[in-house]
C-alpha cells in the first residue's frame, strides 16, 4: 500500500532521524504511518547560571566580575560555556539576589566585556547591548534576533573578566545590577557530559 508522503523541516532545512548520530541538515524524512511526526527544536536550552554584577559606587570605570564556582573547572570537570546573554530592566527588572535595579539602558550603553578565556582576551571589549536577545516593544533596547553563541569556550576566569566603561565614561545612577545569563556543559575527564548536578 502507498501511503502520501511529506517532509518536515524548520528554519534550517529538513531534518532525518533515519541516521546514525541523529538529525542530519538537508536529509529528508518521509512521513507515514510508521513514521511519525517529530519535532526539531533549533536551539535547546541547557543548564545555565544567572551572574549578578552589582554597581555601587558611582564614578566606577571598571567592574571584575565575580567568581561564579559552579562555572569554574574542576579537577575532574570541565566547564564550557556555550551562550551568554544580557539582561535587561524590561525583562528582569529587579536583582534575584542581589536586590535592587537592574542597569538602565543609558548605562548598558556605556559598557563592554572582556572575557578571558584559557587565560586569554578571547572576548574582547564586546558591547553588552549586542549580547540581549530579547525584544521587548516600545523599549529602546537593541536586540539581537538570536542568543550569542560561544564557540565552546573553556576555562572561562571569571574573576579575570570585567566590565569596561567608554573612555570618558563612568557608572551613574548607582546602585545598580548588570545581570548576565550563561549557558554551560560540564564534562568528566573522560569527556563525558555530565547531564545533572555536579
Known amino acids: 500500500m502507498n501511503f502520501p508522503t511529506r517532509t518536515v523541516g524548520s528554519n534550517n532545512g529538513p531534518y532525518s532521524v533515519n ?5 542530519l541538515p538537508d536529509q529528508p524524512r518521509v512521513l507515514t504511518p510508521d513514521n511519525p511526526i ?3 527544536q533549533d536551539e535547546p536550552r541547557g543548564p545555565s547560571q544567572l551572574i549578578e554584577v552589582p554597581v555601587t559606587i558611582a564614578g566606577t570605570t571598571k567592574l571584575v566580575l565575580p567568581v561564579i564556582q559552579n ?6 570537570i570541565t566547564v564550557v560555556i556555550k551562550a551568554l546573554r544580557v539582561i535587561p530592566d524590561t525583562v528582569l527588572a529587579l536583582a534575584p539576589t542581589q536586590g535592587g535595579i537592574n542597569a538602565p539602558l543609558a ?3 556605556k559598557m563592554s566585556l572582556v572575557l578571558y578565556s584559557e587565560e586569554w582576551e578571547k572576548g574582547q571589549l564586546i558591547p ?3 549580547l540581549v536577545d530579547t525584544f521587548t516593544e516600545a523599549s529602546g533596547i537593541p536586540w539581537r534576533a538570536r542568543t550569542t553563541r560561544l564557540d565552546n569556550w573553556r576555562n572561562v576566569n571569571w574573576g579575570k573578566s570585567y566590565i569596561l566603561y567608554s573612555n570618558g565614561s563612568s557608572a551613574a545612577g548607582v546602585p545598580y545590577n548588570v545581570i548576565f545569563e550563561a549557558e554551560y556543559q560540564k ?3 573522560l569527556g563525558e557530559e555530565i547531564k545533572g548536578p555536579a
Open 107 to 109: 548605562e548598558l550603553q
Open 128 to 130: 553588552l547591548l549586542t
Open 71 to 76: 562555572l569554574q573547572n574542576q579537577v575532574d
Open 187 to 189: 564534562f568528566n575527564k
Open 19 to 23: 541516521q546514525p548520530g541523529g538529525l
Open 38 to 40: 517529530f519535532m526539531v
